[in-house]
């Protein structure tokens, strides 16, 4: 099992930007997927964007040219870069990593909320 913990989200105005930091207990060269995910009320979690494996990654296509993914191995961070917000960006972000088995470890979430 791996823990993580999210921080970074806030209140922003829409074109603002906001930095995401997930933080992992375990190293990150040993998760072979891992990412960031969002929820808002009633609707299912859903990919923002993560890491497979052989550093691939995958956006959500309403993300993409406006967030950025990216890791410090050494520092078992994970981050996103979130520009351009816009109000429909405004969800519960949570990191989320996955083992070789396929069963996910998730964070407690970070709020953000976009303004218009």
């Known amino acids: 099992q791996v823990m993580l913990v999210e921080s970074g989200g806030g209140l922003v105005q829409a074109g603002e930007s906001l930095r995401l930091s997930c933080v992992a207990s375990a190293s990150m060269f040993s998760i072979p997927v891992m990412g960031w995910y969002r929820q808002t009320p009633g609707k299912q979690r859903e990919l923002v964007a993560r890491y497979l494996r052989f550093g691939k990654i995958n956006y959500a296509d309403s993300v993409k040219g406006r967030f950025t993914i990216s890791r410090d191995n050494h520092k078992n961070t994970l981050y996103l870069q979130m520009n351009d917000l816009k109000p429909e960006d405004s969800a519960d972000y949570y990191c989320?990593?996955?083992?070789?088995?396929?069963?996910?470890?998730w964070g407690q979430g970070t709020q953000v909320t976009v303004s218009s």
């Open positions: 989320g990593a996955s083992n070789d088995a396929g069963s996910w470890d």
